[in-house]
């Protein structure tokens, strides 16, 4: 069974930096992408970055490029979302969702679709607000 649990949401002033930890398991067996999606209040769910599970890729939202980075830690089971000059509009709950791909690795134009992905997590909160 496949589980995702976000963490290291809070409340930061702008400008801030925070951390978000995503750790997964049962995603051992099969190729996969986890990608960060972000939803904030009254909005859609937007794909925010997307890692492999072998770092061999990441892709960005245009709103968050040079200000997020995407990592992860293959020991630890955990990827990690780097969240620098954090703004009032990027207050929303962010998930970590994951897919199980066949041979071909995350299309750059697929990515941030939420229909794509079929485990989640329960989210954590990011409030960006002096």
């Known amino acids: 069974q496949v589980q995702l649990v976000e963490s290291g949401g809070g409340l930061v002033q702008p400008g801030g930096s925070l951390r978000l930890s995503c750790t997964y398991s049962?995603?051992?067996?099969?190729?996969?992408?986890i990608t960060w999606f972000s939803q904030a209040p009254g909005k859609e769910r937007e794909g925010v970055s997307c890692?492999?599970?072998?770092?061999?890729?990441?892709y960005y939202d245009d709103s968050v490029k040079g200000r997020f980075t995407s990592s992860r830690d293959i020991a630890k089971n955990t990827v990690y979302l780097q969240m620098d000059s954090l703004k009032p509009e990027d207050t929303a709950i962010y998930y970590c969702a994951a897919v199980f791909l066949g041979i071909e690795a995350m299309p750059e134009t697929r990515w941030d679709i939420p229909s794509l992905y079929n485990y989640w997590g329960k989210g954590t909160l990011v409030t960006v607000s002096s």
């Open positions: 049962g995603l051992t067996l099969n190729r996969y992408a």
């Open positions: 890692i492999s599970d072998r770092d061999e890729y990441t």
